[in-house]
């Protein structure tokens, strides 16, 4: 739903949908690194962007970076890249 809201342009709704699913996976999965919180790191970072608040964006993905390098280390790997991008945009 986060990811709807924030394509809808509601973009406190979808932080508050992926600020909930981030606590539920960190409630599921605790400190170890898992595809699906650095996916909720990478979105909020998204968003946190589109909003114009740039070193959110850059800390969310920053976090999910770190996760993602954990779970792939250096292979090629789609969230890893979408990540880079935008960390990327959240420097321009």
């Known amino acids: 739903l986060g990811t709807v809201y924030q394509i ?3 973009n406190a709704r979808a932080i508050d949908y992926l600020k909930q699913s981030l606590k539920m996976n960190m409630a599921l999965y605790g400190d170890q690194p898992r595809p699906e919180i650095a996916a909720n790191l990478n979105n909020l970072g998204v968003v946190y962007q589109g909003l114009g608040k740039n070193l959110k964006a850059i800390d969310y993905c920053n976090q999910s970076l770190k996760m993602g ?3 792939y280390g250096d292979q090629p790997n ?3 890249a979408s990540t880079l991008n935008n960390l990327g945009n959240a420097y321009r």
């Open 69 to 71: 390098e954990l779970l």
């Open 78 to 80: 789609q969230e890893i």
């Open 8 to 10: 809808l342009g509601e």
